[in-house]
């Protein structure tokens, strides 16, 4: 029995003489003037996320991170570090941030379009450009440095009980005739964000005004209705 006491007592402490005592995870400040992260086991957190004290942070080779980082997607980081989530503004510009961090890109955020670069624009960009009895398209704005060339981002409403296709007509940029990529199905009572495409090879102009039509059709492409449109920027 005194034994089995003994050895119990042995390799309890053989365990115990492996664990650090008094181990607290803590930052600590670099020559560099950077931060890392020192685990409970006095271990440096080298890559990646760590949520620390209920806030993400992400490091690289062992450094906190702060300000934009793209991991496949693009977050922010606050100046301590933490990731930022919603409406943010840096460099005058404002950006919304969804709750996983990710910045949220070509969308509507809070009745606001955020566009191809996150930024979001002004309400008075956004422009109603026809209603009708069919639908209700709405310019919420241009990506202007497009890599296929300017992108008019267009908000269009099925006001209808039937299945709409939307497209363009005779559509000039600044005066000249140009041959944008437009056609929009939208289902009864349906919402859609979509774009009106231009070749940056064919826009020789500031890309100031944009005229033209939309053509209204059945899903079987019988024609409804025509309407034309002006858009200022």
Request: hydrophobic residues 35%; aromatic residues 14%.
């Amino acid at each position: 029995m005194i034994k089995k006491l003994i050895s119990s007592l042995l390799i309890s402490a053989a365990i115990m003489a492996i664990i650090p005592v008094g181990a607290f995870a803590s930052w600590r400040q670099n020559s560099d003037s950077s931060w890392s992260w020192d685990d409970e086991y006095g271990y440096e957190f080298y890559y990646g996320w760590e949520q620390i004290d209920g806030k993400w942070y992400h490091f690289d080779n062992r450094r906190m991170q702060t300000g934009w980082i793209n991991i496949g997607e693009w977050y922010y980081l606050g100046a301590d570090g933490a990731m930022k989530t919603g409406w943010i503004n840096d460099g005058g510009k404002e950006y919304y941030l969804e709750p996983s961090g990710v910045l949220a890109t070509d969308t509507i955020v809070d009745g606001y379009y955020v566009d191809s670069n996150g930024v979001k624009q002004p309400k008075e960009n956004q422009k109603v450009i026809l209603d009708n009895e069919y639908v209700k398209i709405t310019c919420l704005g241009a990506n202007i440095p497009n890599s296929f060339g300017p992108e008019v981002k267009l908000n269009i409403e099925n006001k209808s009980n039937q299945t709409l296709i939307i497209q363009s007509d005779k559509i000039s940029v600044d005066g000249y005739m140009l041959y944008p990529i437009f056609s929009a199905t939208v289902e009864p009572g349906k919402i859609i964000t979509t774009g009106m495409e231009f070749s940056k090879k064919e826009v020789k102009t500031g890309f100031n005004n944009i005229e033209g039509k939309f053509t209204i059709n059945s899903d079987d492409y019988h024609n409804i209705e025509e309407d034309s449109f002006s858009i200022n920027f």
